[in-house]
């Protein structure tokens, strides 16, 4: 056996023993497994402080229709221009994405494409590549020309189908202490619940609070010897929530850039710092963005200006394909896209449309379909998991329960068959049939004396209707502080088909937006659909908000809120 096959074997053991991945059998070597890719990178000229490179990637997994080969430079090495690939750089990362010309890559197939450099002092050659985040173990074991052989995986290991399945989930001591200091809320105070970075600010901690590296120093610490997973919520796109004021950030809509150096690279930073291997981190991708330039844009009668202007600019797409291209790169850190929920994109008209602008999305700036492991419903809103008393199917009075007022043509009456739905839409348009998906369930347990308990008068559809649903807002498009609302079920690991966690992303008792115009610095409005007395708008059929009086601003702790949501809980708190 020569010395170039020894060493493949060897890296070899070392990806089949993390990932548990079946990978193309060597021709040649029955049982043998081979590498899933490989990468070749030459140098062709170097002139000091320049240089010219071309590099092959060859694809021994399953045929790829879009592909994205990374690598990061030992030294201060800059890409300054690319050809057969769209190639780009951070720091010392640097991402080669197909052009639209080569994206196929069949299984044995093989792309190629150059770029030009420039650099000072030395110009090691860089040891480890991926293929769409799956390791490559080069040619002959190691990159070619002098430097380290056999690179193996990063990291401990490619990642698990579902992070939550077997492991604990972290609770922010933060939430917890205001949890535990209201009457009652030690019954809740130790559930898991997301971390959310709203702004730059949020990063470090503001006001003396936690920041990101105190969360996950915080996170190591529960974890002890089991697994643990940290869940955090990327949120401060520019021109972000174009449709809703109180949620405005505070990166206007042309402020791509800052987002990506003053926001992600830090966060992307702090993520792949080795202390922080062993953690599984679950990040909920830019909230109420991108199902926005579907339904609140051009013609329709939700359309907004601001909405426009952000489907125009294009930077909610590049704003989300960085993200999921920078966060994606550890192994140990899973991306889900927020994909709105069933009464906001539920309808024919929305449902595929959809699904086709989250695929544009992951599939920008260097971004691939797999820096998405799945994606989250229902974050901070309040649908119920479930509708039990009645089904799309039913028909009343001889009416199909879609012609109701509720429901309203929808395709989905709950979250949970829409999530289920739609996770099918989403492979179909192009992304991996493994993806996982998540329901924030922190607020729609809908329990109570309000809770019906079964189906409606059959006298009308209405009535069916309304007589039977758990959901009781005033109308679905309503989603600021809802009077009424509960805690819905506990987080849980792979509660149904599809699904891989019920998740609490929304910190209970945390204000979804002022009931009055607060000033503040945070760069947050007044919507009035925190108002109690406001009478709607087309997107809530021009109803009232239904909304809690004397709420905070935005994120905010809202004591009212939280008790209310203990009160209605479904299932009931002990």
């Keep these: 056996m020569s010395r170039s096959r020894t060493a493949i074997l060897a890296a070899l053991a070392l990806v089949a023993g993390a990932s548990g991945t079946a990978l193309a059998v060597v021709p040649g070597d029955a049982g043998i497994t081979a590498v899933p890719c490989t990468v070749d990178y030459k140098v062709q000229n ?10 092959t990637v060859t694809n021994n997994s399953a045929a790829k229709s879009s592909w994205a080969v990374k690598w990061s430079y030992a030294g201060n090495q800059k890409v300054t221009n690319g050809w057969n690939a769209k190639v780009t750089q951070s720091g010392t990362a640097v991402t080669a994405a197909n052009e639209s010309y080569n994206g196929a890559l069949a ?48 990291g ?161 797409q590049k704003g989300v394909g960085y993200a999921l291209n920078k966060l994606g790169d550890a192994p140990n850190v899973y991306n889900y896209i927020d ?10 008209d929305n449902f595929a449309p959809s699904a086709a602008l989250f695929k544009e999305a992951a599939t920008t700036e260097g971004a ?83 809770r019906p308990a079964g189906p409606g008068a059959t006298t009308t559809v209405d009535t069916y209707i309304d007589g039977g649903r758990y959901d009781r807002r005033i109308h679905i498009g309503n989603w600021c502080n809802q009077a009424g609302a509960g805690l819905g079920e506990r987080p849980q690991a792979a509660p149904a088909a599809g699904i891989d966690a019920y998740v609490w992303m929304k910190p209970p008792g945390e204000s979804d937006g002022s009931s009055s115009a607060i000033p503040n610095d945070e760069g947050k409005g007044f919507d009035r659909m925190c108002d109690p007395t406001y009478t709607g708008n087309p997107r809530n059929g021009n109803n009232l908000s239904g909304a809690l009086p004397n709420a905070p601003v935005s994120g905010h702790w809202f004591s009212a809120q939280f008790q209310q949501l203990m009160q209605n809980a479904y299932p009931p708190l002990s």
């Design 46 to 55: 170097d002139w000091g402080t320049g240089f010219t490179a071309s590099v």
């Design 107 to 154: 299984t044995g197939g093989s792309a190629s494409f150059g770029f030009q450099g420039t650099y000072s002092g030395s110009n090691a050659l860089p040891t480890t590549f991926t293929l769409d985040g799956v390791t490559c173990n080069v040619d002959g074991g190691g990159p070619t020309g002098p430097g380290p052989t056999d690179p193996g995986p990063t």
């Design 156 to 316: 401990p290991g490619t990642k698990v189908d579902n992070p939550y399945a077997g492991a604990k989930v972290y609770v922010n001591p933060e939430w917890s202490a205001k949890a535990a200091a209201e009457p009652g809320g030690s019954r809740i105070s130790s559930q898991p619940t997301g971390v959310w970075l709203d702004r730059i600010a949020a990063i470090n901690g503001v006001n003396g609070g936690m920041g990101l590296r105190d969360h996950l120093d915080a996170a190591l610490t529960q974890k002890g010897s089991g697994e643990l997973v940290v869940q955090l919520v990327i949120y401060n796109l520019p021109g972000r929530d174009c449709a809703a004021l109180a949620s405005n950030g505070e990166l206007g809509p042309t402020e791509i850039d800052k987002y990506k150096t003053q926001y992600i690279d830090p966060i992307a930073s702090i993520l792949a710092d080795s202390k922080y291997a062993g953690l599984r981190i679950v990040n909920t991708i830019e909230i109420d963005s991108l199902p926005n330039l579907v339904t609140n844009t051009g013609s329709r009668p939700t359309a907004t200006p601001q909405c426009d202007v952000m489907k125009a600019n294009g930077n909610y």
């Design 339 to 348: 994909a709105g929920h069933h009464g906001w994109i539920g309808w024919d």
């Design 368 to 450: 691939t379909v797999n820096d998405v492991h799945g994606f989250i419903t229902n974050t901070a809103n309040y649908s119920a998991l479930k509708e039990n008393n009645f089904t799309i199917n039913d028909n009343v009075a001889g009416k199909s329960v879609r012609e109701s007022k509720w429901v309203d043509w929808n395709r989905y009456v709950d979250e949970l068959s829409f999530a289920q739905g739609f996770r099918n839409q989403l492979v179909t348009a192009g992304f991996n049939s493994g993806i996982g998906m998540l329901i924030d369930t922190s607020r729609n347990g809908w329990g109570g004396t309000a």
